[in-house]
């Protein structure tokens, strides 16, 4: 398995870019993005997603796919700056999502109740939160990020 030392012996990481440049060649940056969008690094003959260098490289552990999954916060596969990246599991990548181009008009988890009333609907670490009575389909999204955001496991994207 690669280990922190080797990954430094032979590329260099900016954390504030994300950008990985090779170390004793005159390649540049490494990487090519791979079909799913995501950018990879191939090192001794093996491929690794840039988001899991990164990792290794600031804090000496290659998260291993699919118990550790490093999430893009910003929906950017490409974007590997130290701060656009987090490790997280199934369930929070997964709600980390944009807004489907199809979906309601009133936002992800947001509905419309038979009095007219608006309610929102959405779960975290196998836990279920609701809430209704809110006038308005903007006031029910409003409220839904604000707890979002007080549970801790999703980013502002999220139903946006």
Known sequence: MLTQEQLKQRLHYNPDTGVFTWIDTKRGQAGTVNTSGYLVIEINYKKYKASQLAHLYMTDYLPQYPKDIMDHISGDNTD????????????????????????????????????????????????????????????????????MTDVGSFTPRHGM
């Open 80 to 147: 590997n700056r130290w701060s656009n990246l987090r490790m997280v599991d199934s369930t929070a990548n997964n709600q980390n999502v944009a807004k489907r181009k199809d979906a309601s008009t009133h936002g992800t988890g947001i509905r419309l109740l038979p009095s007219g009333k608006f309610s929102y609907s959405f779960s975290s670490n196998k836990v279920r939160y609701t809430q209704g009575s809110f006038n308005t389909a903007e006031e029910a999204m409003t409220a839904k990020l604000s707890k």
